[in-house]
Nanobody
Framework: QVQLVESGGGLVQAGGSLRLSCAASGRTFSTYAVGWFRQAPGKEREFVAACNWSGSNTYYADSVKGRLTISRDNAKNTVYLQMDSLKPEDTAVYYC?????????????????WGRGTQVTVSS
């Protein structure tokens, strides 16, 4: 079973940047696609970005295209989410997820393993 731990969240002003990390345990992590989701208070969990096992293929939610970038370093068992030009509406708890086989899906139900999340707060 893969274990995921997110880090790198914090408080940043609008227009600023953060880089989130998702560290994984488990030797098979490098074979899985990985996704990032976020959940704001009172809202449903929503898809942000995903990459395939090598990081060579990615897709994003329209709301973050051009501002957020997903990447991974399988030698370090880590996936990243570079967040630039942040907006107050990006404020949420960010989660990474894996055990995912339905490439192209944006549904949380298609991801079988989750971290506990890291808080990102963007002030105006």
């Amino acid at each position: 079973q893969v274990q995921l731990v997110e880090s790198g969240g914090g408080l940043v002003q609008a227009g600023g940047s953060l880089r989130l990390s998702c560290a994984a345990s488990g030797r098979t992590f490098s074979t899985y696609a990985v996704g990032w989701f976020r959940q704001a208070p009172g809202k449903e969990r929503e898809f942000v970005a995903a990459c395939n096992w090598s990081g060579s293929n990615t897709y994003y939610a329209d709301s973050v295209k051009g501002r957020l970038t997903i990447s991974r370093d399988n030698a370090k068992n880590t996936v990243y989410l570079q967040m630039d030009s942040l907006k107050p509406e990006d404020t949420a708890v960010y989660y990474c997820a894996t055990n995912f086989y339905n490439w192209g899906s944006t549904s949380p139900a298609d991801f079988g393993a989750w971290g506990r999340g890291t808080q990102v707060t963007v002030s105006s």
